[in-house]
């Protein structure tokens, strides 16, 4: 595990065992929406702002990994591992994209994502 997501971890776990923590996972929920609620309010601020609570929402996410039970750290390299996928599908013909600059490329490239999704889950298009 990351030296980063280890410490979050270790901090919430001692804080835990100290009896500061959530009782019900519904709790946890509405506290990641609120954390991100107040990230998209300090984005609009500054670039300060905006890292002090996009890093209460990680430590948020963490938090809520350990609840699950979920490790947090292969849950995102599981994720990495599916955007690349899936963009690969996306870049597989560029040259059938539209060029860059064109409004319809970002389209075209998220149907092609959509396509990619579709296939990784078994579904017919």
Request: charge should be negative; glycine fraction near 4%; aromatic fraction near 6%.
């Amino acid at each position: 595990m990351s030296q980063v997501l280890s410490e979050a971890l270790r901090l919430q776990r001692e804080a835990a065992e100290l009896g500061f923590d959530w009782r019900h996972l519904d709790e946890l929920w509405d506290k990641l929406a609120e954390e991100s609620a107040e990230l998209r309010e300090a984005a609009a601020q500054s670039r300060e702002a905006a890292q002090d609570e996009l890093g209460d929402l990680l430590f948020m996410a963490v938090n809520l990994a350990r609840h699950l039970g979920v490790d947090a750290e292969a849950a995102l390299a599981g994720a990495n591992d599916k955007f690349r996928r899936r963009f690969a599908h996306v870049c597989a013909a560029p040259d059938a994209l539209p060029p860059l600059g064109d409004p319809a490329r970002l389209a075209a490239m998220e149907a092609r994502w959509i396509e990619a999704k579709r296939a990784e889950r078994g579904a017919t298009p």
